[in-house]
């Protein structure tokens, strides 16, 4: 056997030369003893089929050792006894360490130990003058393992060595990203009471219309790297410009930071003694009062300011628009004869709406066009004032994902202003790529920045595993995102590991792609461009290529055909749900959100994409309300409009049975399915679901019961399907032919239409045998042969104190099937096979109910020997 040994404990510096020496060495083994560091320990969680290791655990001590080789360590006081004894027993030791203070006491071997920042920098070294290959993945776990033991290259350890190492690793593609995310620098203790003096004692001014925060502090000692603590409450503070002002000694020391544009702090710091660049700078002024230095900052603050611009410095004027009655086919000529992608809607010299391009495009594929653009235009209008500041514009470009607001004064429309105005007054330009605090601005459109959140609220190992794959989608020339309901519930604080990915580009290929990296199992969906990855522990992900969706008529299955993920949002429900993370580096953390999902999560809002959402697809009126029950949200006033729109027009009736009730048990599922039920009821859509179905109080009242009633049955009988239990009541005294009809459209079997029917008749009866207290055994020849469901529907006629009586009934019944009478039993009496055994049987189950049977055995053999003996009396005659 031959072993590599990193110290006990390890950390990313002793894993790391441990996978290089794999490298270096194919036929060895890594051995692991103790416990990871644990930012290592979350990084193995993610990568451990990529870097495959031995637990100490699974070798024994009997094994013979041909070499050991060594890393990160050359003392014995730092591997563990029983790996000790074996690299003892090897024949051949070779050590690789950076620590060369080990002399005495140290191990014996072939030591190559050398005064370096870090272990795998030597290895990095000598794998490069080998010319072994290594990818993405495994020189950014190098360059963590660097930057970790070096402290970003800042420690005075660190030698030239280790930045050519560094150099070498990023031209063979680590990721620094990722980097960023393992290793952390802390603030030493001075550093921390600066930081929350700073914390404590800061405040927001209005310079030349731009808000900066100053905030100031005094420590009694000279502190170093103020700048790593102002960045640090820069990023704690989320704002655009902070400026430090910290007294320690006879000096004052000013540190600022920004992502304004308009601010330039280079060019303040300079006037104040000290240097830097527009983004960041420093100064230091000999002063004995901190307030003299604040008043020389501000007199010099107003000239490195540039005056915000207002909405009117760049507003177009005056702005086209398209009237309310005008049809939405003349909309759609004026725009393919503009190239707009959207205009104010007007009413009587009032702007009442914004109508888009993909809104009519979908009205005009439904056919449509005669109808008034007023009823597809969205009412709900974010508009500013001429005076607004466009950095308040860009905000709410960015809160609400939108790409134009309109401009009024007095209540007129006086201009708008659009995403590429606003971004050539701010940047100069709408193309490249720029990064503001929470911000992130592309191709001329805004962005919000949530890779802090991530950090927060993700697990780890899910958390490592979005980064894996946004650097695998990287290396083969693919964008990436998580979408759908994980980044939903990601932020709103709820835990939900069920991740959608979406690709721009092949799913399919993607994920063949990445079962190279991992073990596990791809199931593959060509006809609709998707795939599955089951891992060995049964987590899943399903990939999607991105697409768009063509619905050809109201209420079918869309076409689907491959697109941006842009298109591939717009295709979903509702704004909740329509958001994407991308998770390619330099990108991870970038949330897509083109229509105000977040905005409408943080305001508690269901609102649906378009206008014509729910003509597309009906199911979602059934989402909109389960979501908004889920969350306690509320259906927004123009959604709501358009679901009792789509419920009046009878577009529930053109959905096939299958899709509603697929989405009625996803409704039953929820924590309390009648609040839902009850909200739908009061859209009408219960009558349009199950067309005899009125929902009255009586039929409200039952329901409530049976819901009290139903999870009691379902530890109970184990099985119960939820939506039988559900329609015993909705199709109770139906038509012989409106019975047929729901039967066929929701596949309903004879056996519980029959049971139904059986049922109605004797439930009045049933209930007053509950009620009265019947014996047990009388029940028991009542529910033998009644299914659970059956027994929910019976229960929603009861009231608490009776289904009590009832759940006392099947408890007693459990504790009272026989224990040792069963068929082979009785055949052994001479009772042959057949109806006869289960009526014996049953008898048993009577007796005991009623306390009439003390031994089963003896109860058994009397009662065979009187119909025995009765048998005998009839043959006779």
Same mark, same amino acid.
């Given at each position: 056997m031959k072993l590599i040994v990193p110290h006990r404990n390890p950390d990313f510096d002793a894993f790391a030369s441990a996978v290089a020496a794999k490298l270096l060495y194919p036929d060895y083994e890594i051995v692991i003893s103790g416990q990871p560091n644990q930012n290592l320990e979350e990084y193995i969680k993610i990568y451990e089929d990529k870097f495959p290791f031995l637990k100490e655990s699974s070798i024994s001590v009997d094994e013979t050792v041909e070499c050991a080789i060594v890393v990160d360590t050359a003392s014995p006081k730092r591997i563990s006894k029983k790996v000790l004894s074996l690299i003892e027993k090897a024949k051949k030791v070779i050590i690789y360490d950076h620590h060369p203070g080990i002399k005495e006491g140290g191990l014996e071997g072939e030591s190559h130990i050398e005064a370096l920042g870090a272990t795998t920098t030597m290895m990095v070294e000598m794998i490069r003058e080998k010319g072994i290959e290594i990818d993405s993945i495994t020189a950014t776990l190098f360059m963590i393992a660097i930057y970790e033991d070096t402290g970003n290259l800042l420690y005075s350890s660190t030698t030239p060595r280790d930045l050519e190492a560094a150099k070498f690793l990023l031209e063979n593609g680590a990721n620094l990203v990722e980097v960023s995310e393992y290793i952390k620098l802390d603030l030493t203790y001075d550093q921390q009471q600066i930081f929350e003096k700073l914390?404590?004692?800061?405040?927001?001014?209005?310079?030349?219309?731009?808000?900066?925060?100053?905030?100031?502090?005094?420590?009694?000692?000279?502190?170093?790297?103020?700048?790593?603590?102002?960045?640090?409450?820069?990023n704690h503070l989320g704002v655009e410009t902070l400026i430090s002002v910290i007294k320690m000694g006879k000096k004052v020391y000013i540190i600022g930071r920004t992502s304004s544009p308009d601010v330039d702090i280079g060019g303040l710091m300079k006037e104040l003694g000290g240097g830097g660049h527009k983004k960041a700078g420093s100064a230091s002024i000999k002063a004995q009062d901190i307030n003299e230095v604040l008043s020389q900052l501000f007199e010099k603050l107003k000239k490195h300011i540039t005056p915000a611009l207002r909405a009117r410095d760049v507003m177009s004027s005056p702005v086209k628009v398209i009237y309310a009655n005008q049809k939405i086919e003349e909309a759609n000529r004026i725009m393919e004869m503009t190239g707009h992608n959207g205009f104010p809607v007007v009413e009587g010299n009032k702007l009442v709406g914004i109508v888009?391009?993909?809104?009519?495009?979908?009205?005009?594929?439904?056919?449509?066009?005669?109808?008034?653009?007023?009823?597809?235009?969205?009412?709900?209008?974010?508009?500013?004032?001429?005076?607004?500041?466009?950095?308040?514009?860009?905000?709410?470009?960015?809160?609400?994902?939108?790409?134009?607001?309109?401009?009024?004064?007095?209540?007129?429309?006086?201009?708008?202003?659009?995403?590429?105005?606003?971004?050539?007054?701010?940047?100069?330009?709408?193309?490249?790529?720029?990064?503001?605090?929470?911000?992130?601005?592309?191709?001329?459109?805004?962005?919000t920045d949530i890779k802090d959140i991530?950090?927060?609220?993700?697990?780890?190992?899910?958390?490592?595993?979005?980064?894996?794959?946004?650097?695998?989608?990287?290396?083969?020339?693919? &964008?990436?995102?998580?979408?759908?309901? *994980?980044?939903?519930?990601? @932020?709103?604080? +709820?835990?939900?590991?069920? =991740? #959608? /990915?979406?690709?721009?580009?092949?799913?399919?290929?993607?994920?063949?792609?990445?079962?190279?990296?991992?073990?596990? &199992?791809?199931?593959?969906?060509?006809? *609709?461009?998707?795939?599955? @990855?089951?891992? +060995?522990?049964?987590?899943? =992900? #399903? /990939?999607?290529?991105?697409?768009?969706?063509?619905?050809?008529?109201?209420?079918?299955?869309?076409?689907?055909?491959?697109?941006?993920?842009?298109?591939?949002?717009?295709?979903r429900d509702f704004t909740i749900n329509a958001m994407a993370i991308k998770l390619n580096p330099g990108e991870f953390g970038i949330l897509y959100d083109f229509f105000s999902g977040k905005k409408d999560l943080e305001n508690g809002i269901i609102r649906a994409l378009h206008?014509?959402?729910?003509?597309?697809?009906?199911?979602?009126?059934?989402?909109?309300?389960?979501?908004?029950?889920?969350?306690?949200?509320?259906?927004?006033?123009?959604?709501?409009?358009?679901?009792?729109?789509?419920?009046?027009?009878?577009?529930?009736?053109?959905?096939?049975?299958?899709?509603?009730?697929?989405?009625?048990?996803?409704?039953?599922?929820?924590?309390?399915?009648?609040?839902?039920?009850?909200?739908?009821?009061?859209?009408?859509?219960?009558?349009?679901?199950?067309?005899?179905?009125?929902?009255?109080?009586?039929?409200?009242?039952?329901?409530?019961?049976?819901?009290?009633?139903?999870?009691?049955?379902?530890?109970?009988?184990?099985?119960?399907?939820?939506?039988?239990?559900?329609?015993?009541?909705?199709?109770?005294?139906?038509?012989?032919?409106?019975?047929?009809y729901v039967k066929?459209?929701?596949?309903?079997?004879?056996?519980?239409?029959?049971?139904?029917?059986?049922?109605?008749?004797?439930?009045?009866?049933?209930?007053?045998?509950?009620?009265?207290?019947?014996?047990?055994?009388?029940?028991?020849?009542?529910?033998?042969?009644i299914s659970p469901e059956g027994v929910c529907y019976i229960a929603s006629y009861l009231e608490e104190e009776d289904q009590k009586k009832l759940k006392n009934f099947f408890e007693r019944l459990k504790s009272s099937k026989p224990k040792v009478v069963n068929g082979k039993y009785l055949q052994e009496l001479g009772v042959k096979p057949g109806p006869e055994i289960g009526r014996i049987i049953d008898e048993v189950i009577k007796a005991k109910l009623d306390d009439r049977v003390k031994d089963e055995e003896s109860f058994v053999k009397e009662l065979i020997g009187i119909e025995s003996t009765t048998n005998k009396s009839d043959n006779k005659d």
């Open positions: 914390l404590e004692d800061q405040k927001e001014y209005n310079v030349n219309g731009v808000p900066v925060v100053i905030a100031k502090a005094e420590y009694e000692k000279f502190v170093g790297g103020l700048n790593i603590v102002t960045g640090k409450i820069w888009t391009k993909k809104a009519v495009d979908k009205a005009m594929n439904h056919g449509l066009g005669d109808r008034p653009v007023k009823s597809i235009m969205m009412p709900k209008l974010i508009t500013a004032t001429p005076d607004t500041p466009l950095n308040q514009i860009r905000q709410m470009m960015v809160e609400n994902s939108i790409g134009r607001i309109p401009v009024l004064e007095n209540g007129v429309l006086v201009g708008i202003v659009t995403r590429t105005d606003i971004l050539r007054a701010i940047f100069g330009n709408t193309g490249g790529k720029k990064r503001v605090e929470g911000v992130y601005i592309k191709d001329g459109k805004i962005f991530m950090r927060e609220r993700i697990p780890p190992r899910i958390l490592n595993l979005l980064r894996l794959l946004g650097t695998l989608a990287e290396e083969i020339d693919m &964008k990436i995102y998580v979408v759908g309901g *994980f980044v939903r519930d990601l @932020l709103l604080g +709820k835990p939900n590991e069920d =991740i #959608d /990915i979406v690709v721009e580009g092949s799913g399919v290929e993607f994920a063949k792609y990445v079962a190279k990296f991992f073990k596990v &199992k791809v199931v593959n969906h060509d006809q *609709f461009m998707t795939a599955s @990855l089951f891992f +060995k522990d049964g987590f899943r =992900i #399903d /990939i999607a290529t991105a697409r768009t969706e063509y619905y050809q008529s109201p209420a079918k299955l869309p076409e689907v055909d491959i697109s941006t993920i842009r298109n591939d949002l717009y295709r206008t014509l959402s729910f003509v597309d697809d009906p199911t979602r009126i059934l989402r909109a309300v389960r979501f908004e029950q889920r969350f306690d949200f509320r259906i927004e006033e123009v959604t709501e409009k358009l679901m009792r729109e789509a419920v009046d027009n009878g577009y529930l009736e053109k959905v096939t049975g299958m899709r509603l009730r697929q989405e009625i048990e996803k409704i039953l599922k929820e924590s309390e399915p009648l609040k839902t039920i009850r909200r739908l009821a009061s859209f009408d859509a219960i009558k349009h679901l199950f067309p005899r179905t009125f929902y009255t109080q009586v039929m409200d009242e039952k329901l409530k019961r049976m819901f009290t009633f139903l999870p009691w049955a379902k530890e109970y009988f184990k099985k119960v399907n939820d939506f039988y239990a559900l329609v015993y009541i909705f199709l109770e005294y139906y038509d012989e032919g409106s019975l047929e066929f459209i929701y596949s309903i079997p004879d056996k519980v239409t029959n049971e139904l029917r059986d049922l109605e008749k004797r439930v009045q009866k049933i209930v007053e045998a509950i009620k009265n207290s019947t014996m047990p055994s009388q029940l028991h020849d009542i529910f033998k042969k």
